[in-house]
C-alpha cells in the first residue's frame, strides 16, 4: 500500500497521461486508435486486464460509495470523525486504498462540492491515489444532478429547470441542450456518471419522492425527453442514468422510508412505465438505476425490483435487450432494507443481475459478504467478471483510463459560464405555466401595481440556489421595476402569520404568494383566501407541484414554476412581469380537489398573453 498520508489533493502535479498508460498495464492502448473506439480490442484488452485483478480488487469495482470530506488527504476533522464512524476509513484515499473501489458518489452533505475549482481537485486526488495502487484502475466518480430540486453540485456550475419544468416547455431540443451543458460541466469537475434522468412517469399526484423530478404523465412525451437528454450528455461523454426501473411513477410511499407496491398490471406497465426506458435503450443510455419498488405482476416473491431476477435479467436484458451497467439506488433506504439484511441486499442484489452497488450503509459489512459468497460457492468468480468487465467497458468509453484527470483551466473555461446561465434562463422561459389569469390581471404593469408584497412558502431551498423563494422573487421584481418586498410566510403559516401577511398586503398594490404543496386543510390555502378577501390583485405562484392550483379556486391569477431553484423562480418573475411570454403547457394533468375523478386542467392546459 502506498504512503495516503501526504499524497496530493490534485492542485499539484499529478501522474502524467504516459504514467497513467503504463499503470494500467498498456490496456488503454489497445482501447483506441487515433481516438476511435474499437469494439474488439477493447473487449480483450479489458479482459486481458480484468483477468490480472485479484479477487478482492473485482469485489471493489463492483461498489460506489459516500466518502466525506472536500479533500482526497486533507479532509476537515469532522469529515474524517464521519468517515472513521461509518467506513472505518479516515479519508478517500485510505478508502480507495483499503476496498478497491470502483465509484465514489458525491454529495453536498457530504461536503464535497464545496466549489467547482475543489471538486476538481478531490477528483484528481481520488484519481491519483486509485491510479497508484497495483493494478490501479481509474474511479467512475458520479451525483445525482437532475436539475430542478436535486442538485448536488451547486452555484457556480450552471443550474437548469426540473424535469417537469421541461416536460412543460416540451422541447427535445431543450432537454439535448440541458444535457450537452450540463455534462460539460460535470466532466469538467471530473464526474463522469450522472444519475439522471428520471424516466419515471409521474401519473400519481401523491406522488411523494418523484413528482415534478419527473417529466410528466405522459409516457410518448417522457420516452422523447429522456432519449433526448441522455443524447445530450453522450455528446459531453457523461454517462446519464435513467432511474428508477421498472418505474417508480405511481406511489404514494417514498422508498428512502417505505417499501413502494406498484399495483400495476404487466398490461398497463407496458403502456405507462416502460416506454421511456425502451427509448433511452435505443438512445443508448450507459447505465439504468433499479427502484426499491414491488411490482407483483412483473415479480409476485415479494422482492424489491432492485433484488429481483425476473425484472432484471429477465425483463430489463432479455426482454429489452438492454447490456449496459445496471446500478441500483442507494442501498442505504428502507424500501431495499425491508425484507432482507445489509449484508445479504448486495448479494441478492449480484445474482438479480445488477452490476454496481450504490452507497451501502456499512461498506465493510457489504464488501466482505460479497467476498465471501465468492468464497463460498453462493457467487461465482465468473458472475463477478461479467459486471466487472461493464464497469470497465463503461471507463474505458468515457475515456477514464486515457484522461482520469481534469484541469483548473478546464473548469474556469467551463463551468458556469455566461453562455450556459443564458441557456438556462432561455429554456425557463419556455417553461413557466400560466394556469388562471382572471380579468387578464397578468402580466403586472409596473405603472399600476408598482408596489408588490411577496409573501409564502420558504422550503428549504435546493443545493446551490440562492434562496429562499421569497427572497428570489422579491429581488428579481424589483429589479425589473417593481417595488418589491419579501415576507416569509411559511409552508404552515399561524393564524398571527396570516394576519401579518393580510395587513402587510394592505399598503401595497399587490401579492405574490408562493405555495408548496397546497393541501385542502393546508394553511397555506388559508392564507390565500384571506390575501385574496382583502381585494388586492393576488398571484400565487406553485414553486413545487402545480396541482396547488386546484386548491385555490379564489385565487384571480396562478403560475406553475414546478421547481424554487432560482432559474425558475427568476422566469416565473418575468413572466409576471410581461418581460417573458408565458409558454409552458402542463405536462400532467390537474384534478378537481372537490372531485378527483374529474380533470379540473388537462395535460397541454397552458394560456398566453395574447388575446
Not at 443550474?159 to 460539460?184: E, H, I, N, Q, Y
Not at 445496471?326 to 445479504?344: A, C, I, N
Not at 389569469?437 to 411577496?454: E, K, Y
Request: aromatic share 4%; charged share 20%.
Amino acid at each position: 500500500m502506498p504512503d495516503i498520508s501526504t499524497g496530493s489533493t490534485g492542485s499539484t502535479a499529478h501522474p502524467s497521461r504516459r504514467t497513467v498508460l503504463a499503470a494500467t498495464a498498456g490496456a488503454t492502448a489497445a482501447l483506441t486508435v487515433g481516438g476511435t473506439s474499437h469494439a474488439v480490442s477493447d473487449d480483450k484488452s479489458l479482459r486481458s486486464l480484468a483477468s490480472r485483478m485479484t479477487l478482492e480488487e473485482k469485489v471493489g469495482q463492483l461498489f460506489v460509495t459516500r466518502v466525506y470530506g472536500h479533500s482526497a488527504t486533507a479532509p476537515d476533522q469532522a469529515d474524517i470523525d464521519a468517515n472513521l464512524k461509518e467506513l472505518g476509513v479516515r479519508t478517500a484515499a485510505e478508502l480507495v486504498a483499503r476496498y478497491r473501489v470502483g465509484g465514489i458518489i458525491y454529495f453536498s452533505w457530504a461536503h464535497n462540492t464545496r466549489s467547482p475549482q475543489q471538486i476538481a481537485d478531490l477528483s484528481n486526488g481520488i484519481q491519483k491515489v486509485s491510479l497508484e495502487q497495483p493494478r490501479g484502475l481509474p474511479v467512475l466518480i458520479s451525483t445525482d444532478q437532475e436539475h430542478g430540486i436535486v442538485c448536488r453540485v451547486g452555484k457556480p456550475a450552471t443550474l437548469f429547470p426540473g424535469a417537469m419544468a421541461v416536460g412543460a416547455g416540451r422541447s427535445r431540443a431543450d432537454a439535448r441542450t440541458l444535457g450537452l451543458l450540463a455534462g460539460r460541466e460535470l466532466r469538467a469537475l471530473g464526474i463522469r456518471q450522472n444519475y439522471s434522468p428520471v424516466a419515471d412517469v409521474n401519473v400519481n399526484p401523491a406522488n411523494p419522492v418523484i413528482g415534478v423530478r419527473s417529466f410528466g404523465a405522459e409516457p410518448g412525451a417522457v420516452a422523447g425527453l429522456v432519449a433526448a437528454e441522455v443524447a445530450g450528455y453522450q455528446r459531453s461523454r457523461i454517462a446519464a442514468t435513467a432511474k428508477h426501473f421498472p418505474g417508480h411513477g405511481d406511489t404514494a410511499v417514498d422508498s428512502h422510508y417505505g417499501f413502494p407496491v406498484i399495483t400495476h398490471t404487466r398490461a398497463q406497465w407496458e403502456e405507462l412505465d416502460a416506454p421511456p426506458f425502451r427509448a433511452a435503450i435505443r438512445a443508448g443510455i450507459d447505465s439504468i438505476m433499479t427502484a426499491h419498488i414491488m411490482v407483483p405482476a412483473l415479480d409476485d416473491s415479494g422482492d424489491p425490483a432492485t433484488l429481483s431476477r425476473p425484472i432484471l435479467t429477465g425483463i430489463l436484458r432479455e426482454q429489452l435487450g438492454y447490456d449496459g451497467v445496471v446500478v441500483t439506488d442507494s442501498l442505504g433506504m428502507q424500501g431495499v432494507r425491508e425484507k432482507y439484511g445489509d449484508d445479504r441486499v448486495p448479494v441478492l442484489a449480484l445474482k438479480a443481475g445488477v452490476d454496481q452497488l450504490l452507497n451501502p450503509p456499512d461498506l465493510d459489512l457489504a464488501w466482505n459478504a460479497v467476498l465471501k459468497a465468492v468464497q463460498d460457492g453462493e457467487l461465482t468468480e465468473a458472475r463477478l467478471d461479467v459486471s466487472v468487465l461493464r464497469v470497465l467497458r463503461l471507463k474505458a468509453k468515457l475515456r477514464l483510463f486515457e484522461m482520469p484527470y481534469v484541469s483548473q483551466a478546464g473548469v474556469t473555461d467551463t463551468v458556469g459560464t455566461a453562455a450556459h446561465l443564458a441557456a438556462a434562463d432561455r429554456i425557463a422561459e419556455r417553461t413557466t405555466t400560466l394556469l388562471v389569469n382572471q380579468g387578464r390581471l397578468l402580466p403586472l404593469s409596473r405603472r399600476t401595481h408598482a408596489r408588490v408584497l411577496v409573501v409564502g412558502a420558504d422550503p428549504a431551498s435546493p443545493s446551490g440556489t440562492t434562496g429562499p423563494p421569497t427572497g428570489v422573487l422579491a429581488d428579481a421584481l424589483t429589479e425589473l421595476g417593481f417595488t418589491a418586498t419579501a415576507l416569509s410566510t411559511g409552508t404552515a403559516p399561524s393564524a398571527a402569520t396570516i394576519a401579518g401577511a393580510v395587513a402587510a398586503a394592505r399598503d401595497v398594490d399587490a401579492v405574490v404568494v408562493g405555495t408548496y404543496n397546497v393541501t385542502a386543510t393546508s394553511a397555506q390555502k388559508t392564507l390565500v383566501e384571506q390575501l385574496v378577501a382583502t381585494g388586492k390583485p393576488v398571484v400565487a405562484v406553485a414553486i413545487r407541484n402545480p396541482y396547488d392550483v386546484a386548491q385555490l379556486p379564489s385565487v384571480p391569477a396562478c403560475l406553475a414554476a414546478y421547481s424554487w431553484t432560482d432559474v425558475e423562480l427568476r422566469a416565473a418573475a418575468r413572466v409576471i412581469a410581461g418581460r417573458a411570454a408565458p409558454r409552458g403547457r402542463l405536462p400532467v394533468p390537474v384534478v378537481r380537489a372537490d372531485d378527483p375523478a374529474r380533470v379540473l386542467y388537462p395535460v397541454g392546459h397552458g394560456l398566453s398573453y395574447q388575446t
